[in-house]
């Protein structure tokens, strides 16, 4: 299915704990000297125009990053604020920096990006943003992250963000992640969900909580969107979370208890 496009949903709540979580590794993973991998499997379009009509049909942005309680909490020199800025300054106030972004923002010349991105128009729009920062591939994410892993270097990180438009995915990834990790045991596999009234994503967590007992998982809830939208909170899966993570997750996850 190729109907998604990040750039309604593009600076949310959802985008708000994944991104601020993604950067805070990426600046982890970077502090020494060893150079890492970075792969994502769902990749969007890196830039977002949140000033564009297709941002501003959902608003979902105004309730998200442009909110200036998140902003306060997190602090300016959090390392996912920084790419914020740093995108604001080169482009305009309005744009956002996606995940790709983020990381073309902390990696190094010696760090390995990898990014996936099935969609046409994305993947074009992804390799016009990145630039020569990453190698881009428009193929199934997951069947690029069973053809990568393991990496080389073996150090890094795998961010897997699907839409979950196709419903097969709730099955399809713990017997992924499963798969990956057996491969790739030193890696930091994040898997990124949306929280749904219908609990649809249960099964899944049972399941990956199940395959990995050290795993992190860390949610946040929000009003939906809009009425009628089943999305009522954001989490994360994390194998191999890094140490620290979880005091980070849990400082994000006060700043959402308040803003209801």
């Known amino acids: 299915m190729l109907s998604y496009q990040h750039i309604f949903h593009a600076g949310n709540l959802a985008d708000v704990q994944k991104h601020a979580a993604l950067a805070w590794v990426l600046a982890y993973l970077t ?14 379009r890196a830039l977002y125009d949140l000033a564009s009509d297709a941002a501003q049909k959902t608003g979902e942005a105004a309730k998200g990053i442009e909110n200036e309680l998140i902003q306060a909490g997190l602090g300016s020199d959090h390392p996912y604020l920084r790419a914020l ?7 305009g106030p309005r744009h956002y920096p996606g995940s790709p972004w983020i990381g073309g923002d902390l990696l190094r010349n010696t760090d390995h990006m990898h990014l996936a991105e099935l969609h046409p128009q994305e993947a ?11 190698k881009v591939y428009q193929q199934d994410g997951y069947q690029l992250a069973q053809s990568l892993c393991p990496p080389t270097p073996r150090r890094g990180l795998l961010l897997i963000d699907p839409s979950y438009e196709i419903k097969s995915d709730y099955a399809t990834i713990p017997p992924l992640i499963a798969k990956l990790h057996k491969k790739w045991n030193v890696g930091i596999i994040m898997l990124w969900y949306p929280v749904l009234t219908s609990g649809v994503h249960d099964p899944m967590l049972t399941a990956l909580i199940k395959n990995h007992p050290d795993g992190l998982r860390a949610e946040v809830t929000f009003p939906p969107a809009r009425e009628g939208h089943r999305m009522v909170g954001s989490g994360l899966f994390i194998v191999n979370p890094p140490f620290g993570l979880s005091d980070e997750l849990n400082r994000i996850a006060d700043i959402f208890g308040k803003l209801t």
């Open 124 to 134: 074009s729009a992804l390799r016009d943003a990145i630039g020569k920062k990453a």
């Open 31 to 44: 502090v020494k000297d060893k150079p890492i991998s970075y792969i994502e499997t769902h990749s969007g």
């Open 85 to 91: 800025n740093r995108v604001r300054d080169a482009f």
